[in-house]
Structure formats: structure tokens, C-alpha cells
């Protein structure tokens, strides 16, 4: 069983700078592939990043390619999401995710992930 926690939403200008903490609890987070994802109100959910479980190999939605970058330590249980240059339309709940032994190539896709935090809200104002 693994519970993951976000932290770090608020509300931020367009062009500012934010980052994501998603923490886990419970044992070999080094072996959980993760993902973020959001959902904005009336949207259904998206895909937004992943890393896999061993660090090497990274994936990101086109919207957000170049300007938000996902990291993980593994001696903090804690996998991140730095976000830049945000802009409106980033404005949504954000979401983390484990998918125990994810291939990268999957890690788009909300069914493989065994596991979800509750979310952190992210307002982005023009």
C-alpha cells in the first residue's frame, strides 16, 4: 500500500514559478514509477508528467514540454514537479501517481496507476 500527499499548490501570475512535492508512504518507492497529471473544472483528467521508477527515463505532455520539469528523490519518498513560465491555462487540481514497475511508455495512461494522491489546487491568474 503506498499514500501519496501533494504540497506546494496556490495561486501564482502568469509567468511565475511553482513547485509540486508529492510524498509517499510506504516501502520500495524506488520501485514505483510516478506521474502527474491534472484536471481542470469541466475537463477531464490529463496526463501532464512521468518519471520511471528508476529515475533514467522522463515523459511530458506537449503543453507543458520545456516548461515544467519532474524529478524524484528517492531518499525522501518524494517526487517533484518544478513549474515555470505558468500560464493560465495550467490552472487546475494536480494530481500524483504510482504505478508499481511503470514502463515509461504507459505512464500517459490514467489506468496503469495503482495508486493517487488527493490533489493540490494550482491557480494561475492573467
Known amino acids: 500500500q503506498v499514500q501519496l500527499v501533494e504540497s506546494g499548490g496556490g495561486l501564482v501570475q502568469a509567468g511565475g514559478s511553482l513547485r509540486l512535492s508529492c510524498a509517499a508512504s510506504?516501502?520500495?518507492?524506488?520501485?514505483?514509477?510516478m506521474g502527474w497529471f491534472r484536471q481542470a473544472p469541466g475537463k477531464e483528467r490529463e496526463f501532464v508528467a512521468a518519471i520511471k521508477w528508476s529515475g533514467g527515463s522522463t515523459s511530458y505532455a506537449d503543453s507543458v514540454k520545456g516548461r515544467f520539469t519532474i524529478s524524484r528523490e528517492n531518499a525522501k519518498n518524494t517526487v517533484y514537479l518544478q513549474m515555470d513560465s505558468l500560464k493560465p491555462e495550467d490552472t487546475a487540481v494536480y494530481y500524483c501517481?504510482?504505478?508499481?514497475?511503470?514502463?515509461?511508455?504507459?505512464?500517459?495512461?490514467?489506468?496503469?496507476?495503482?495508486?493517487w494522491g488527493q490533489g493540490t489546487q494550482v491557480t494561475v491568474s492573467s
Open positions: 510506504g516501502r520500495a518507492f524506488s520501485s514505483y514509477s
Open positions: 501517481a504510482a504505478n508499481f514497475l511503470g514502463a515509461i511508455v504507459t505512464m500517459t495512461r490514467l489506468d496503469v496507476y495503482e495508486y
